[in-house]
């Protein structure tokens, strides 16, 4: 697949590649969704200014979650691949959850009640833009205002994203996890 818009091809203005430095694991090339964000340094940060990635209000593995789980309600392939392959292992998420994030449900087998509200949040945000009281309430019951708006504020984000990597036709990553198994994929993919 040939993505919409061209990524920016280095070498990148010192800001952005001060950025991506710091932002991707040592010896990995930039994502081809940061690169192409590069084209345009003020879009560049704007991005990054909302990002949730440092430490917040949540676990590494609540984040997962529902990053996972967003981006693949909104079949953001490229988006889920990369964050499965980069971050499923490392917070725990086995194959069965990683089946279940991204064409199963809460009620799966595989995960603990806390997780399922997790995942019961992400449906009904990606469903209604909104959060039935029952809920709102149990996901209260464990999570603090604060890690609430960050709940919201991560779907919300990872939907955008989603909209980026879709609307683009982001070619996905070589070594990011695939829909149909949950693995990454093979260097022949």
């Not at 909209?163 to 996890?177: D, G, I, M, R, S």
């Amino acid at each position: 697949m040939t993505a919409r818009i061209a990524p920016a091809a280095p070498p990148f203005p010192d800001d952005i590649a001060q950025a991506l430095e710091r932002i991707m694991p040592a010896g990995m090339e930039p994502l081809v969704l940061f690169t192409t964000l590069a084209r345009d340094p003020r879009l560049f940060g704007k991005f990054f200014g909302a990002g949730l990635l440092d430490r917040g209000h949540l676990t590494l593995r609540q984040r997962e979650i529902v990053i996972d789980r967003t981006t693949a309600l909104c079949r953001s392939e490229y988006e889920w691949g990369v964050h499965v392959a980069l971050f499923a292992q490392r917070v725990g998420l086995g194959a069965a959850q990683t089946a279940s994030l991204a064409n199963g449900s809460a009620e799966d087998p595989c995960w603990s009640a806390q997780d399922r509200l997790l995942l019961r949040l992400c449906d009904a945000l990606h469903r209604d833009c909104a959060v039935e009281d029952e809920l709102w309430d149990a996901l209260r019951a464990s999570f603090s205002e604060e890690a609430m708006l960050e709940l919201l504020m991560l779907a919300g984000f990872y939907r955008t994203v989603s909209y980026l990597t879709n609307a683009l036709k982001l070619p996905l990553e070589p070594y990011a996890a695939r829909f149909n198994t949950g693995h990454a994929a093979s260097a022949a993919t």
